[in-house]
Structures are given as C-alpha cells and as structure tokens.
T-cell receptor, first 114, second 111 residues
Framework: DAGVIQSPRHEVTEMGQEVTLRCKPI?????LFWYRQTMMRGLELLIYFNNNVPIDDSGMPEDRFSAKMPNASFSTLKIQPSEPRDSAVYFC????????????FGSGTQLSVL | EDQVTQSPEALRLQEGESSSLNCSYT??????LFWYRQDPGKGPEFLFT???AGEEKEKERLKATLTKKESFLHITAPKPEDSATYLCAVHFTGTASKLTFGTGTRLQVTL
C-alpha cells in the first residue's frame, strides 16, 4: 500500500492567495483527518471526516479554512485568503474503524505564506 | 482544558545509554494514550496504545508504560536510528473522538 499521499510537499504563496492542499487516504480507511503542526502548538486537529461526512470541524481556525471530501479517496483543505500566520506543516491522516486508534499520517505539506 | 505535557523537550544520549521520556496529562479521564515516532520531514508513525494504569507495551528497544497520571517511554540501549521526535497523544473522556497531542521530545542518539 502506498500509504496516505499528500500534495504538494511544499507550497510557497503570497498573503491573500488561495491555497489548496490535497490528500488521498489509504484505501479502505473510513476516517480522514487534517492536522496542522507548528513548533509552538504542536499537532492540532483541524477537522475529521467519517465516511466522507465532516464530523468535527471545531479545530478549523476561522472561515478562511474549508475542507471537503467528495469521495472516499480524496480530500482537500483550502485556505482563502491565506495569511502569514497560516504557515505550518499540514498533515492528512486516515484510520480504519475508529477516529482515535492507529492513525496513518502522510508526509505533510510545508506551507509558507509570505 | 485537557492538556498533555511531554518532557524533556530534547534529549541527547550516547549509543547504549538508556533513558526515559515522560508524558503527563490532566487527570480528567483517559480513554487511551498513544505514542508516535516522527522523523524529520515525515508524518508521525504509530508505536503503541495504552488503555489502563499498569499496562505495558514493548517493541524492540522501546517500552511504554502507563500510570494514572503519566506515561513513560523507556529506551533501552538506544541506537542512532532511534533518533526522532517522540509524540504522546491522549484520548480524553468527554472530548468526543479526537486526540490531544503533546509537543514531543526530540531524541538524538550519538555514537
């Protein structure tokens, strides 16, 4: 299995631009998570889906962030407009059968907003 | 607010020098505690799950233990390839179904 696949690996953009991060979970997994990692705050859960349905988006910082999962094999996290404080590593993860056990993480997208 | 605190922030060991990493959490009720390993430029990789005080799990040179208010990750005779950041995550009762991560311990093992 290829594992969780994220793209792009690196994204550099200017403040105000729209950013779209993409994720392909492991086939057969029914939970998908978006996390953000910074030095100061560590890993923070932004949103998670179960069977393509958003379950908990309480971690989404503000309306500039949105996430979709149109099917079981694809999800996007969009930031519009982007701000310098959004600079972080964004991870997608997936799991099977439970939202807290044995999460499989992708390699992340390093986002820099100038 | 439920919190997870890891210590030390960074640890440098010589090869073969055993030590322990600590993960403490606010005692509001624990449903599960999880250890992950994270290599530079990669996502966290699952290591262990612990559910109740007294439980222990082992994998190669790593052993995770759990008490009512903290967990330890013991590293016995570490090798340079054990160098990584070790993250602890807790599933607290009453927090729906999500994990609270600590900020990790950066471990460096030198020859």
């Amino acid at each position: 299995d290829a594992g969780v696949i994220q793209s792009p690996r690196h994204e550099v953009t200017e403040m105000g631009q729209e950013v779209t991060l993409r994720c392909k979970p492991i086939s057969g997994h029914d939970y998908l998570f978006w996390y953000r990692q910074t030095m100061m705050r560590g890993l923070e859960l932004l949103i998670y889906f179960n069977n393509n349905v958003p379950i908990d988006d309480s971690g989404m910082p503000e309306d500039r962030f949105s996430a979709k999962m149109p099917n079981a094999s694809f999800s996007t996290l969009k930031i519009q407009p982007s701000e310098p404080r959004d600079s972080a590593v964004y991870f997608c993860a997936s799991s099977f059968g439970t939202p807290t056990e044995k999460l499989f993480f992708g390699s992340g997208t390093q986002l820099s907003v100038l | 607010e439920d919190q997870v605190t890891q210590s030390p922030e960074a640890l440098r060991l010589q090869e073969g020098e055993s030590s322990s990493l600590n993960c403490s959490y606010t005692v509001s009720g624990l449903r599960g505690l999880f250890w992950y390993r994270q290599d530079p430029g990669k996502g966290p990789e699952f290591l262990f799950t612990l559910y109740s005080a007294g439980e222990e799990k082992e994998k190669e040179r790593l052993k995770a233990t759990l008490t009512k208010k903290e967990s330890f990750l013991h590293i016995t005779a570490p090798k340079p390839e054990d160098s990584a950041t070790y993250l602890c995550a807790v599933h607290f009762t009453g927090t729906a179904s999500k994990l609270t991560f600590g900020t990790g311990t950066r471990l460096q093992v030198t020859l």
